[in-house]
């Protein structure tokens, strides 16, 4: 519960500023991932960096979307991109987010990337084949303990927020159950699988009977990333997030650079301390 408290801290201070420009791409793939179209929400990351420092690789990611609907029609859809650290603990993520209308009249698959590097308190952001506003964000982080007001504003909502979120957390809990998978190998990789489902019982949801939702994470402890996660969803189909291909050893450092010809934009952004904000939503 600690990130979505955390979110909420960064709202309320109004300290976070998130700078990211539309893009028009060359792309020729058909795009099915947008927040707004037959997905609820933008597609997650498929494979999670769960720790920043681990050992270097750069890899290829394959997330397929299928949804079968109620009239016999079905859709499918299937989008690659890429991930990379290097031994500093610099991390390279493209994520799907949404969809442009190319001059062929048919919408295409929108990639943003994102370069984290902690030791310098960095974010970088640009968009693919953005041929229309070639920009690349570069965000500074500078921490500093929040104001006084901030504090008071983020306990009231902590404490208001309290029981709802401790209710909510209950009752999926008491919907979930788990299982573990034992170990498997993903391209070489070696990789301990957990199974959740979720049972959300009949009329909770206007659903005239039970609806069970399937997740599934295989992640490797020596590289700290999930080689693979499956998500079926009844109400809005399932998705399938995997590695296809990896190569362990020290990405090109032009890995983690926006393309030649982008105009670099820099921002600054103030942070909460971590340690701050996580005694503020910890605080009674």
């Known amino acids: ?81 890429h991930i990379a650290r290097d031994s500093s603990g610099k991390t390279l993520l493209e994520t799907p987010f949404g969809c442009y209308i190319g001059d062929d009249g048919h919408r295409h698959q929108q990639i943003q990337v994102t370069v984290t590097d902690p030791s310098g308190q960095t974010t970088t952001r640009w968009q693919t084949n953005n041929t229309a506003l070639n920009i690349a964000t570069i965000s500074h982080i500078t921490h500093s303990d929040p104001p006084e007001e901030v504090k008071a504003e983020v306990k009231a909502a902590a404490a208001a927020n309290a029981d709802r979120i401790r209710r909510e957390v209950e009752v999926v809990q008491s919907q979930t159950r788990r299982e573990s998978l034992g170990s498997s190998a993903f391209q070489g990789v070696s990789a301990t699988g957990t199974r959740t489902v979720r049972t959300i019982p009949a009329g909770d949801e206007g659903n005239t009977q039970p609806i069970e939702i399937i997740n599934e994470t295989w992640t490797s402890g020596d590289l700290g990333i999930t080689m693979k996660a499956m998500s079926d969803d009844p109400r809005r189909g399932g998705t399938t997030t995997e590695v296809e291909e990896i190569h362990l050893g020290e990405p090109d450092p032009a890995t983690f650079s926006p393309p030649p010809g982008y105009t670099i934009k820099e921002l600054t952004i103030k942070e909460l301390r971590p340690a701050a904000t996580a005694a503020l939503v910890a605080a009674p």
């Open 1 to 81: 519960m600690l990130n979505a408290q955390t979110c909420r801290v960064f709202t309320a201070a109004s300290l976070l500023l998130l700078a990211s420009s539309p893009a028009r791409s060359q792309d020729t793939q058909l795009c099915l991932f947008n927040g707004a179209g037959n997905m609820s929400a933008p597609i997650p990351p498929a494979v999670i960096l769960s720790a920043p420092h681990g050992p270097p690789f750069r890899a290829i990611v394959e997330t397929t979307f299928d949804q079968r609907l109620s009239d016999g029609n079905s859709i499918h859809g299937t989008v690659r991109y």
